[in-house]
């Protein structure tokens, strides 16, 4: 196993020469040079919102605040129930978690696992959907979500729409079978020998030895989860169904900059400090190693 000295692209030994200590340098210049030109924008948005209207609209703004009116944070929060608005995010949310995980999971345990015969076509499949437009699927998906196919129900006003379309994603399926191709046969033959079930394999074998990938796959379904509006603003017409980044979009015409500034901070926060707190998993999960026997 490789210690902790020598992990990474530069070795400890390396370091020690003076041309790679530089280039080594000047490669950690830029890349502190790029997070602060990213992080600057999410900054001056949260700094702006707890000015007072004055200093909201100076010329030049400022990036650290002189002025501090917490009230309107709270009088924001209220004034467009923001308690309501992160209840139905979060319910979308989670329903967009469990189909991404659970379908294409599942999908990618049949292609690296059970591996029948035709699934290599189906992975073809699989890879072709990747190479279509996503607005060539928008009017046949949409005419199916105000009259379902077969049972002829509107699926407007609600999030089951959403958590179906993420049980399809191509990208979730890839990571996940790269991932299971890397899980011991040895596993999965010891589990058939004590006569476990397909689907007990995938749910007692699988999962268990799975949980960078789960972590990786979650962290990026929350994300576009919580950032998407295109679906949920033509799926969702009731102001009571409304996710946080709707709310915000319809509130551009009817609140003042600094109240939409408000809304904005509200709506980066969450992702912000779920990804801060477990972004150590995406890079587990992008491994794609498995478990070596």
Same mark, same amino acid.
């Given at each position: 196993?490789?210690?902790?000295?020598?992990? &990474?692209?530069?070795?400890?030994?390396?370091?020690?020469?003076?041309?790679?200590?530089?280039?080594?340098?000047?490669?950690? $210049?830029?890349? /502190?040079?790029?997070? !602060? /030109?990213?992080?600057?924008?999410?900054?001056?948005?949260?700094?702006?919102?707890?000015?007072?209207?004055?200093?909201?609209? $100076?010329?030049?703004?400022? +990036?650290?605040?002189?002025?501090?009116?917490?009230?309107? +944070?709270?009088?924001? @929060?209220?004034?467009?129930?923001?308690?309501? !608005?992160? +209840?139905?995010?979060?319910?979308?949310?989670?329903?967009?978690? /469990?189909?991404?995980?659970?379908?294409?999971?599942?999908?990618?345990?049949?292609?690296?696992?059970?591996?029948?015969?035709?699934?290599?076509?189906?992975?073809? !499949?699989?890879? @072709?959907?990747?190479?279509?437009?996503?607005?060539?699927?928008?009017?046949?998906?949409?005419?199916?979500?105000?009259?379902?196919?077969?049972?002829?129900?509107?699926?407007?006003?609600?999030?089951?729409?959403? @958590?179906?379309?993420? %049980?399809?994603?191509?990208?979730?399926?890839?990571?996940?079978?790269?991932?299971?191709?890397?899980?011991?046969?040895?596993?999965?033959?010891?589990?058939?020998?004590?006569?476990?079930?397909?689907?007990?394999?995938?749910?007692?074998?699988?999962?268990?030895?799975?949980?960078?990938?789960?972590?990786?796959?979650?962290?990026?379904?929350?994300?576009?989860?919580?950032?998407?509006?295109?679906?949920?603003?033509?799926?969702?017409?009731?102001?009571?169904? @409304?996710?946080?980044?709707?709310?915000?979009?319809?509130?551009?015409?009817?609140?003042?900059?600094?109240?939409?500034?408000?809304?904005?901070?509200?709506?980066?926060?969450?992702?912000?400090?779920?990804?801060?707190?477990?972004?150590?998993?995406?890079?587990? &999960?992008?491994?794609?190693? %498995?478990?070596?026997?």
């Amino acid at each position: 196993m490789r210690s902790r000295d020598s992990a &990474g692209i530069i070795g400890k030994l390396d370091y020690k020469r003076p041309g790679v200590k530089a280039l080594y340098a000047v490669l950690f $210049a830029v890349l /502190v040079l790029i997070s !602060l /030109v990213c992080l600057l924008p999410p900054l001056w948005l949260l700094s702006s919102s707890v000015k007072d209207i004055k200093e909201f609209f $100076a010329i030049p703004p400022t +990036l650290i605040p002189h002025t501090f009116e917490f009230g309107k +944070l709270a009088d924001t @929060w209220k004034e467009l129930d923001f308690t309501r !608005l992160y +209840l139905n995010t979060l319910l979308l949310t989670a329903g967009t978690v /469990v189909f991404s995980i659970l379908f294409n999971g599942l999908l990618g345990y049949f292609l690296a696992v059970l591996k029948p015969s035709g699934s290599r076509i189906v992975f073809v !499949l699989v890879l @072709w959907t990747m190479l279509l437009p996503n607005t060539l699927g928008m009017v046949p998906i949409f005419k199916n979500i105000i009259d379902f196919p077969v049972l002829g129900i509107n699926l407007t006003n609600s999030f089951l729409p959403m @958590w179906m379309m993420a %049980g399809s994603n191509a990208f979730y399926v890839l990571i996940f079978k790269g991932f299971f191709e890397g899980i011991p046969p040895a596993l999965i033959d010891a589990a058939k020998i004590d006569g476990c079930t397909r689907l007990a394999i995938f749910f007692r074998i699988v999962v268990p030895l799975s949980v960078p990938v789960i972590m990786a796959i979650t962290i990026f379904t929350v994300n576009a989860a919580w950032a998407d509006f295109f679906w949920p603003y033509m799926v969702l017409k009731d102001n009571n169904m @409304w996710t946080v980044i709707v709310a915000i979009f319809n509130m551009k015409t009817t609140a003042s900059l600094d109240v939409q500034f408000i809304a904005l901070a509200y709506a980066i926060i969450p992702p912000a400090i779920l990804f801060l707190f477990f972004q150590k998993y995406i890079m587990q &999960g992008f491994t794609f190693s %498995g478990i070596r026997g």
